[in-house]
């Protein structure tokens, strides 16, 4: 289960505690954007659709939480927003305190960070800029990889994603460190032109280009991919 904690730490442990309650293994905490950005894009295409947002689905934070069932029955009268604006390593703890599922944070792009959401409990890391939307840098999650598995020295597993179109991308982070790479525009891409199916054909491309890589390199399993195969300019 994904889960942002929201700026209300009462919400943010009931649901991941409800998630764990309905069966739920493993809660990825999201740490992605603190402040607002200045999207550009998003207002740009904002301006040719002149309908208004809350005409659908209602306006705010309480028509918002009314419309999600996993706040049902929760106290979200201090609830400002579901993006936790004051994030700080406390709310990793405060999460290994609430639940015994494994948690994995996902959007770390440092060494640093990624050795103290070590020393705070988390059973994985997953590499992430959330596709680009949290900060636009230009240093791209494949580059932070390498820093970040030398920092976790494989005390936990790390995954990566962001900007992995093809099986060739997915064998350079594998031989780079990451123990899967996940993808999330390529299938969405799939599902918007054929459905399921197109889902499937993602999925399917991306295995069998994976494999092809892995052959043409003489690889045999992921055990033989290994760093040194990867060239860096
Ligand atoms: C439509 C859309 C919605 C997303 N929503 C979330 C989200 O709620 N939480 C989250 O952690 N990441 C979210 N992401 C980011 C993805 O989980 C993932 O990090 C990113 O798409 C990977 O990059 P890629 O699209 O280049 O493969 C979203 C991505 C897209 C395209």
Redesign the pocket.
């Known amino acids: 289960m994904?889960l942002?904690p929201t700026d209300d730490w009462k919400v943010g442990a009931a649901i991941a505690k409800r998630a764990e309650a309905a069966g739920c293994k493993v809660i990825?905490l999201?740490v992605?954007v603190l402040a607002r950005q200045n999207w550009e894009t998003l207002q740009r295409l904002w301006r040719t659709d002149a309908r208004a947002c809350g005409e659908c689905h209602g306006a705010g934070m309480r028509a918002f939480t009314r419309r999600k069932p996993m706040f049902e029955g929760l106290d979200v009268g201090a609830l400002g927003s579901t993006g936790a604006q004051t994030l700080t390593w406390q709310v990793v703890s405060r999460l290994r305190e609430a639940v015994s599922a494994r948690i994995v944070i996902?959007?770390l792009l440092t060494g640093e960070d990624a050795k103290l959401a070590v020393q705070h409990g988390v059973d994985g890391i997953v590499v992430?800029n959330?596709?680009?939307?949290s900060e636009d840098n230009g240093r791209s999650t494949i580059e932070a990889l390498p820093e970040i598995v030398a920092a976790v020295a494989g005390r936990v597993p790390v995954l990566v994603?962001?900007?992995?179109r093809r099986g060739t991308d997915v064998v350079k982070a594998l031989a780079l460190g990451a123990r899967a790479v996940?993808?999330?525009?390529?299938y969405?891409w799939g599902l918007a032109a054929f459905g399921q199916d197109g889902v499937a054909h993602v999925l399917e491309l991306l295995q069998r280009e994976t494999v092809a890589a892995m052959q043409q390199m003489g690889a045999p399993t992921v055990k033989h991919l290994v760093a040194g195969m990867v060239m860096e300019r």
Do not use: A, E, I, N
């Open positions: 994904q942002y990825v999201t992605d996902k959007g992430s959330h596709g680009g939307r994603d962001g900007g992995f996940c993808v999330g525009r390529p969405l």
